[in-house]
């Protein structure tokens, strides 16, 4: 999201093809991470930058999935002791 998409990255530092283009899969059962999402990242890419996505069902699970992981942006409560 900062400007260089991974696949540009890779090309910059002329990395062979085979591993640019690769997709990226979960290292678990074999499946791409596309697969396990069930949606593609250019739909994801898009819904960010652009809010646009064609299908609703898509566009609700990556909302939710958004909403579930939101308490991921919130720091973590930490013991003070001048606090108390």
Same mark, same amino acid.
């Given at each position: 999201?900062?400007?260089?998409?991974?696949? !540009?990255?890779?090309?910059?530092?002329?990395?062979?093809?085979?591993?640019?283009?690769? @997709?990226?899969?979960?290292?678990?059962?074999?499946? !791409?991470?596309?697969?396990?999402?069930?949606?593609?990242?250019?739909?994801?890419?898009?819904?960010?930058?652009?809010?646009?996505?064609?299908?609703?069902?898509?566009?609700?699970?990556?909302?939710?999935?958004?909403?579930?992981?939101?308490?991921?942006?919130?720091?973590?409560?930490?013991?003070? @002791?001048?606090?108390?």
């Amino acid at each position: 999201m900062g400007g260089l998409s991974t696949r !540009t990255s890779g090309r910059v530092l002329h990395l062979p093809d085979v591993l640019v283009d690769k @997709p990226p899969i979960d290292g678990l059962c074999g499946k !791409t991470d596309e697969d396990n999402l069930g949606f593609t990242y250019a739909q994801l890419d898009r819904y960010i930058r652009e809010g646009v996505l064609d299908d609703e069902n898509i566009k609700k699970r990556i909302d939710e999935m958004h909403r579930r992981n939101l308490f991921k942006l919130s720091m973590m409560p930490c013991f003070n @002791p001048l606090l108390e």
